[in-house]
Each structure stands twice: as C-alpha cells, then as structure tokens.
C-alpha cells in the first residue's frame, strides 16, 4: 500500500469505489464498518443521485444517518463509465470522544430491572420490556450507569407506556487502545419526553464514557462489550 493509499484507508471519512452497476471495487476500513449499518446498495444510489453531471467531482452538503454513523456531506467523483467514488463526511462520534469505559462486571439486566422497579412504584406507567436474553456480563462503573438509566425513565414519568429494548448493534464495533469491541444499545421510548432533563442526561452520558442518542420519542445508549 503506497503512502496516499494509507491516507484513503486510515481516513476518519467512510470511502468506497463502486464499478457500474453498484459492486464494491475497495473502501476503506472506517466504510467496513458503515455497512454494518447500511446496505451498500443505498449508498451506490446516494453517489449516482448526487453525482456531477459530467465526469468530475460534487461535493454536496446533506444530512444522512446509518445507525449510529453521521454525515453532513458527499462528495461523489467519477472520470468515466466504469466507476464511480464516494466520501461521505462524518460527524464526530462517540468513537472518537471517549475515553474506554471502567467498572467491575456487572449484569445489564439487574440494572435494568432495578431502575424499572423504583421508577414504577406509585405510577400508572405500564414499562415494556424487549431485552436480548444473550448480553454477557460488562464492565460499568454501577453507580453512574444507574444514574443515567434513572434519569431517563425520570424523563418519561407520566407516559400510559415505557418501552425498554436492549439488542446488539450487528456489525458495529468500537476501538479503545487498539482492541475492536462489539455494540449493545439500551433504546428507552416513551410517547412524551421531558426536554429539560436532556442536559443532565447528557452529562450522566459523559460520566459513564458511554455515547447516549437523544431523540424526540427515544432515548439510546450505546455500549461497548468489555467483558474482561
């Protein structure tokens, strides 16, 4: 692999050259990990879409998201009919942010059932529990982490119903000091969520060194599969 080469495959920015017809020529290591999230099929039709009308290169700014993969532009090139490239330009993630979460090994379904329980005492709320029964045992500080799931179910009081879903996050990964490890997502929904707990959710996030997706009706927090 020559120099230039090495600053294709090492890119922050997902990469992948696709010949006519949408098969993969090559793409970098951080765009093996976009498709685990996203078909590459979607993403041959996002550079066919916004590709210059004339052989050359575009640069469009858009927002797209795969997962938990973010972008805020393309840029899409082609010099002929046989193939055509696309960068897609990232957003900062929690890959990037984090430092590699601590703790002692601790059972994810303890914790859930445990704030369920203290939040449901004196409410209507009726809490839905859709839990991947194969998580092992990972390393949390417990404390923190149970601070965070309670002010996320704080943020929900009130709703007729609290959906809790913890399932694997198939062909994402994560890299702490060189070592890749598999994605867990703990997804809280809920019909209404209180926006002024956000800031302090978000802080409880950054405690833990966990990445937490905050949306209108969802709540998500990703976690690293560090079971040793």
């Avoid at 290591?29 to 590709?51: D, F, R």
Wanted: a negative charge.
């Amino acid at each position: 692999m020559t120099f230039d080469q090495q600053w294709i495959e090492y890119d922050f920015n997902p990469f992948i050259l696709f010949s006519v017809g949408g098969k993969i020529v090559s793409l970098n290591t951080e765009a093996q990990y976009l498709l685990g999230a996203v078909e590459p099929s979607a993403i041959y039709k996002i550079a066919t879409t916004y590709a210059s009308s004339s052989f050359g290169f575009k640069t469009t700014f858009l927002e797209l998201e795969f997962g938990r993969f973010k972008f805020f532009g393309i840029t899409v090139g082609y010099e002929d009919e046989e193939q055509i490239g696309i960068r897609l330009y990232q957003l900062p993630s929690f890959q990037f942010t984090k430092q590699k979460p601590e703790g002692k090994l601790v059972n994810v379904y303890t914790l859930i059932d445990l704030c369920i329980s203290s939040n449901s005492i004196g409410t209507q709320t009726h809490f839905v529990k859709e839990l991947d029964p194969t998580i092992p045992e990972i390393r949390l500080q417990t404390e923190l982490f149970i601070k965070l799931l309670n002010k996320i179910y704080v943020a929900m009081a009130g709703n007729p119903k609290v959906t809790t879903r913890l399932f694997f996050r198939v062909g994402e990964h994560i890299k702490f000091e060189g070592e890749k490890y598999s994605l867990f997502s703990i997804e809280i929904s809920a019909e209404n969520i209180q926006r002024r707990y956000f800031p302090e959710i978000a802080h409880l996030s950054e405690e833990n060194n966990l990445f937490t997706d905050i949306k209108e009706r969802r709540i998500t927090i990703n976690v690293p599969m560090i079971v040793s």
